[in-house]
């Protein structure tokens, strides 16, 4: 049997789907976690704040921690190998790991941002003109053009993804999308990072079959990126 193990940052309860303030993110990640378990895997989850004990016990967890700290958390094993860190994975990533096809999608997220439109319709009335007038503004690509900044990893593209996809029911277009800190455009000769680059190629594929404009930023130190940040806006103003 599958097993996947999450280990959740510190909440109030094992799923944080809990008090007057729920995180969206949190209810969609119960509701696949439910449909996981329909489909026969095994689920455990770990609370930071309730069962530190686990975190301590788990090598990748323990250096994960030690590295990055909290910014780790969430992060997903699957049978033993991680899978994703710092973000919960969508429901195709976990299908996807645990060797399912065409998960059925979450009917959470889409009630969610369902109630929320409604509560926005109700309040509009008494909204400042400024806020009526914002959506309509988002919606128009003479005034407003919306970047998806992502990185070339599974789990924060199918997350743009989904976001790409929220957009859509608000009729927001994305104008491009730009992948930071990616090895594609670099000549590398470490094995590791040559690696690393040939496996960022499939994801890069998955944003262009459908992405009229994509910017590749190449992966530079902190002190690089501070540096170059002036020329590299040109040089993306100049591609667009």
């Known amino acids: 049997m599958t097993v996947v193990q999450v280990f959740d940052p510190p909440m109030c309860c094992s799923t944080g789907v809990c ?68 973000v919960y994975p969508s429901r195709d990533d976990l299908a996807a790991w645990t060797g399912f096809e065409a998960p059925t999608p979450s009917i959470f997220s889409d ?41 070339p990893e599974a789990t924060p593209i199918h997350e743009a993804m989904q976001l790409e996809r929220d957009l859509a029911r608000a009729d927001i277009a994305p104008f491009a999308w730009i992948v930071n800190q990616s090895l594609t455009p670099l000549d590398v000769t470490d094995p590791l990072l040559r690696s690393r680059r040939a496996h960022e190629q499939r994801h890069l594929r998955e944003i262009a079959d459908h992405a009229s404009r994509t910017v590749l930023e190449p992966w530079m130190d902190e002190q690089d990126a501070m540096e170059s940040t002036t020329s590299r806006e040109r040089d993306l103003s100049a591609v667009w």
């Open 19 to 86: 008090g007057s303030s729920v995180d969206p993110k949190l209810v969609r990640f119960a509701a696949d976690v439910d449909w996981l378990h329909s489909q026969g895997v095994a689920v455990e989850r770990f609370n930071l704040s309730q069962q530190p004990g686990a975190f301590a016990a788990d090598n990748a967890m323990r250096s994960a921690l030690e590295k990055t700290g909290e910014s780790a958390l969430p992060l997903v094993k699957v049978d033993g190998e991680v899978k994703s860190s710092g």
């Open 111 to 151: 009630a969610v941002a369902e109630a929320y439109h409604r509560e926005v319709l109700r309040k509009a009335g008494s909204s400042p003109e400024a806020v009526q007038r914002l959506l309509p503004r988002l919606r128009d690509p003479a005034y407003t053009q919306v970047l998806l900044v992502t990185l």
